[in-house]
């Protein structure tokens, strides 16, 4: 019998408003972030990290825009990815505070799913219909082949694109 893999993006499209933080911010344990790349799940060896972090630091160096990318192990008492990749967002403050230009990508393994939080800094170079394009139809074909490396690598270049047009 032959078993697909599902992967999806948590919900259908939500648009950001001003006020991100979440109901359950205030309470939440969120893990101590590590950097750029924070893999809690192990899915990329050291030298695939490394090979995406120095494309991160060179375009947040060109930019200062800065995106993250965290393997989530738990969602606490979060019921889905959405709200608790958006509130651990604004928990680690990913992007400068005064411009709200980060970016982050969730992938939690457990349940198959990924999420882009961007920042409403950048929103009009890179909407929400443009992060789930990115989503469906660049990420989630490589992960649906396991290649979590080749996903976030053409991810994060198609995110990159979108914030440079």
């Excluded at 078993?3 to 205030?26: N, Q, V, Y």
Aim: aromatic share 8%; with cysteine; proline share 2%.
């Amino acid at each position: 019998m032959l078993t697909a893999l599902c992967f999806s993006c948590e919900a259908t499209h939500r648009m950001h408003t001003k006020s991100f933080i979440g109901h359950h911010a205030a309470k939440a344990d969120f893990p101590i972030p590590v950097g750029l790349i924070n893999d809690y799940d192990n899915i990329l060896s050291d030298e695939q990290e490394a090979k995406l972090l120095d494309l991160i630091k060179k375009y947040k160096t060109e930019t200062n825009n800065e995106i993250v990318i965290v393997t989530v192990t738990s969602l606490l008492d979060y019921t889905g990815l959405v709200e608790y990749s958006l509130d651990l967002a604004n928990h680690w403050g990913i992007g400068q505070k005064d411009k709200d230009n980060g970016v982050l990508i969730a992938l939690y393994m457990k349940d198959r799913r990924i999420w882009i939080n961007n920042g409403v800094g950048i929103m009009q170079k890179l909407t929400d219909d443009e992060t789930m394009n990115i989503i469906n139809k660049i990420i989630v074909p490589e992960f649906k082949k396991n290649d979590f490396y080749n996903g976030f690598e053409k991810g994060i270049k198609a995110i990159i694109k979108e914030l440079d047009s």
